[in-house]
């Protein structure tokens, strides 16, 4: 019997990421990370910044970092809309972690920030650390340490 697939989509103000049949996706949610297989019950959440997994039918696995949007799962359509979405392998780990380190620096020398302003410093410095997790897992997938 040949596996049940998905119907997959990844889209973000720029582009459609990904868009392809697949086994299951693993995404970063609010509430904490889910696991999504054919036969879903139906369901729509919100992202969390952080590293999603895509595994297709030939067992090779795909590494997103994702920041914020949301997932809706109806049958066996799988719909992500992402604010931001970067393949693993289209990630540059060191410039990331200069991104990180300066946002890191700039909040804990801010004194003066307003919660505008310390909310998207937080928002950035997530994003970074997605980023640079999801460099890291695709290079453990991969045997790339």
Partial sequence: MADK???FEIVTPERVLVKENILQVTAPTVQGEI???PGHIPLVSVLASGVLEIARPDKSRTVISVSGGFIQVA????????DTA????EIDLVRVEEAKARAVKTKNEAKTLDTRQFTALSAKISKELARSQAVKRWKK???LN
């Fill in 141 to 143: 997938l991969n045997n």
């Fill in 75 to 82: 049958g066996d359509k799988v719909v992500i809309l992402a």
């Fill in 35 to 37: 696991t999504i297989l």
């Fill in 5 to 7: 697939i998905l119907q």
């Fill in 86 to 89: 970067e393949k693993a392998e």
